[in-house]
C-alpha cells in the first residue's frame, strides 16, 4: 500500500509540474535602421532588440534565435543573432525589413521597419 501510495504520487507530480510551466513569448522592442533613409545600393545596418520574459521561471536561460527578411535587397545576417545588413536596391522607394524573434520552446515575435531609398 505504501508502494502504491509513493508511485501515484511521483506520477501526478510528474504530471502536473510540467503544465505549470509558463513559456512567455520574447517581445521586441525596437529595430532600428542606420542609416535611414539610405542611398540605392547603399548599406544598412540593422539591430533588433528583443527580450523573453521567463527570468522569474525554469525557462529563464532560454536562448533567442533571430532571422531577418526582405523583400527586395539583400539582406545579410551571421550566427542567428540581433544584427543584420540590408544591401539596398538600386531603385528609390520605401522598403520593410522584418525580424523574427523565437525562443526555444517556439515562442515567437515579429517586427518590421522601413526603410527610404532615395
Same mark, same amino acid.
Given at each position: ?31 532600428? &535602421? ?7 545600393? #547603399? =548599406?544598412?545596418?540593422?539591430? !533588433?532588440?528583443?527580450? @523573453?520574459?521567463? %527570468? ?27 544584427? &543584420? ?7 528609390? #522607394? =520605401?522598403?520593410?525589413?522584418? !525580424?523574427?524573434?523565437? @525562443?526555444?520552446? %517556439? ?12
Amino acid at each position: 500500500m505504501k508502494y502504491i501510495f509513493l508511485t501515484l504520487s511521483i506520477l501526478f507530480i510528474g504530471i502536473t509540474i510540467p503544465g505549470c510551466i509558463h513559456n512567455y513569448e520574447p517581445v521586441i522592442s525596437l529595430i532600428s &535602421a542606420e542609416p535611414n533613409p539610405v542611398s540605392q545600393g #547603399g =548599406k544598412v545596418n540593422l539591430i !533588433c532588440k528583443a527580450s @523573453d520574459d521567463d %527570468d522569474s521561471s525554469i525557462l529563464k536561460d532560454e536562448i533567442l534565435s533571430y532571422s531577418w527578411f526582405a523583400a527586395v535587397g539583400e539582406i545579410v545576417s551571421e550566427d542567428l543573432d540581433n544584427t &543584420a545588413i540590408w544591401t539596398a536596391p538600386q531603385e528609390s #522607394g =520605401k522598403f520593410s525589413i522584418s !525580424c523574427s524573434v523565437t @525562443d526555444e520552446y %517556439d515562442g515567437l515575435d515579429i517586427g518590421t521597419i522601413e526603410i527610404t531609398v532615395q
